[in-house]
């Protein structure tokens, strides 16, 4: 193992900075927060600051506990040692105020984009959000990407008024990979960050591939985000058996294991960004992580054994799952669970913030929203609920399988 740390003058510059006035400060004050409506309770104190507030308000949302039930990567285990989504955003919200410290970065616009930038996630992962977008855009022409989805739930469905620099850190947290975050786009109105969501659901990967937030916190997360998932995705698979360590995996520099690499790494774009306006890397250490994720893709998310298990169960479930439900809000089957579990919840659990009934929504809108915010046992029940007879079923490995 070769653990890297700070060189010894940067060690020194900032125990030096430490003790003086600032000499620079690129964070995002808490006094720059652009609400869309000021509320007398949204206003920062001395012990809960402004972005502090937007913490809380994530943690307290009802869709936070379901992060504990949504897959990572790996779907068909019963094994609480395989990573959850619960943990991930953890991972990700630790590794970036680790950074964002180092740098004088404000860590609660941090925390808050890191701990809620997957709650727009699907059961079952990735593929899960593939299947859901298939089918949204095949009745909308829409597109389904969980980044935006994340960012509606707190803006739109909730209406949880959370401050325009989180929501942009969490619209952004799957965008533009780079090995310097530099002449950012600072968004000032909520009407431009309409602008750029609108153009999210209507041109997909091609235009979230672009993002870049405005921030350089939200920069931070969008690289932890990476760090967070690379090296604990192999791990699982490791547990899970997908892959076999001295086989299947290969070295790459900085990337032994996963401790060495997130150390590694934020030594890196420390060393870069200390001092700067901007968020930067070696392009050699960009070039691993590529690297890193590409084989990754060939061995783990891509993996053919895992791929067919999907799409013979949950890709069919998806499909007779979405229908019935776009059926029953469409007619107006005040007795379907849609509307019990999903739609008069909604409206319960945001009349503090907005008056308009969410039922006003869309139809497919309204079942995007309703399964993308299920855990993976949560769906399952709800297919064997609607299909008592259904054909389909997710076969689960269990804790002593192999």
């Known amino acids: 193992m070769s653990y890297k740390s700070l060189s ?9 900075d430490a003790i003086i006035p600032r000499i620079f400060d690129y964070s995002c004050s808490n006094d720059s927060a652009i609400r869309k409506n000021l509320m007398k309770n949204d206003v920062g104190t001395l012990w809960i600051p402004t972005f502090a507030r937007d913490v809380e308000k994530i943690l307290h949302l009802p869709l936070y506990n379901r992060y504990s039930d949504k897959t990572q990567v790996f779907s068909f ?12 955003v953890q991972l990700v919200s630790r ?4 950074i964002g410290k180092i740098l004088r970065l404000n860590l609660d616009l941090i925390e808050a984009i890191a701990l809620g930038h997957d709650i727009g996630h699907t059961p079952f992962g990735h593929t899960g959000e593939e299947f ?8 909308t022409g829409r597109y389904f990407n969980h980044n935006v989805q994340s960012a509606r739930v707190f803006y739109k469905i909730f209406a949880r008024n959370l401050s325009l620099q989180t929501l942009d850190g969490i619209l952004c947290h799957n965008g533009a990979f780079l090995s310097k975050y530099e002449n950012r786009s600072f968004l000032k109105t909520f009407e431009e960050f309409d602008e750029v969501v609108e153009e999210c659901n209507i041109k997909g990967r091609d235009k979230i591939e672009t993002l870049v937030s405005s921030t350089l916190e939200g920069c931070i997360v969008r690289i932890s985000d990476m760090i ?12 899970a058996h997908i892959i076999n360590i001295n086989r299947e995996l290969s070295e790459l520099e900085i990337l032994d294991n996963n401790s060495e690499m997130i150390n590694n790494i934020s030594v890196n774009i420390i060393e870069n960004s200390y001092g700067k306006d901007y968020i930067s890397m070696d392009p050699e250490i960009l070039e691993s992580l590529i690297s890193y994720k590409k084989e990754n893709n060939k061995l783990i998310y ?9 799409n013979n169960s949950v890709k069919p479930m998806f499909e007779e799952v979405y229908y019935r439900l776009l059926d ?14 999903h739609i008069d919840f909604i409206n319960k659990n945001r009349k503090k913030y907005i008056d308009k009934d969410y039922f006003s929504e869309e139809a497919n809108q309204i079942v995007v929203d309703y399964i993308s915010s299920m855990t993976d046992d949560y769906f399952v029940e709800l297919y064997k609920h609607l299909f008592p007879n259904g054909k389909y079923n997710v076969e689960y490995i269990s804790y002593f399988g192999k």
């Open 8 to 16: 010894k003058n940067l060690i020194k510059k900032i125990e030096k």
């Open 77 to 88: 285990y019963f094994n609480d040692d395989i990573t959850r989504r619960a943990l991930h």
């Open 95 to 98: 590794i970036a105020r680790n």
């Open 132 to 139: 859901l977008d298939e089918i949204y855009h095949r009745e």
């Open 228 to 239: 967070a998932y690379l090296g604990k995705d192999r791990q699982d698979a490791i547990k």
């Open 302 to 310: 891509k993996n053919s054994q895992i791929k067919e298990k999907y």
């Open 328 to 341: 029953d809000v469409k007619l107006k089957k005040y007795n379907s669970l849609i509307f019990d579990h």
